[in-house]
């Protein structure tokens, strides 16, 4: 069993940053794929991105040269660091993982956080 737990959301204004992280135990997470999904309100959760667990990302086009995707084993810690924020990206952010492969499928991951609230204000 992995628990994951997102943090470091808030409101911000259009064209800050924001860096959330999400935060494992039960299992070092290196050995895991972790994606990044948001929902905002009256939509669908949407892939944000994923990163492979020899450490490459990959983004979903909305977001691809705004967000950086890294992971920090020491810490046990992946990190999703958010540039040039739009109102388009105000969501619940969550954070999930998979062992077996990688994917941009939210229904192919086994666990998930409980989210963190980005609200981008203009």
């Known amino acids: 069993q992995v628990q994951l737990v997102e943090s470091g959301g808030g409101l911000v204004q259009v064209g800050a940053s924001l860096r959330l992280s999400c935060s494992a135990s039960g299992r070092t997470l290196d050995s895991y794929t972790v994606g990044w999904f948001r929902q905002a309100p009256g939509k669908e959760r949407d892939f944000v991105a994923v990163i492979r667990r020899d450490g490459s990302p990959y983004y979903s086009d909305s977001v691809k040269g705004r967000f950086t995707l890294f992971r920090d084993n020491a810490k046990n810690k992946v990190y999703l660091q958010m540039n040039s924020l739009r109102p388009e990206d105000t969501a619940v952010y969550y954070c999930?993982?998979?062992?077996?492969?990688?994917?941009?499928?939210?229904?192919?991951?086994?666990?998930w956080g409980q989210g963190t609230q980005v609200t981008v204000s203009s």
């Open positions: 999930a993982a998979v062992r077996v492969r990688w994917t941009t499928s939210e229904d192919e991951y086994d666990y």
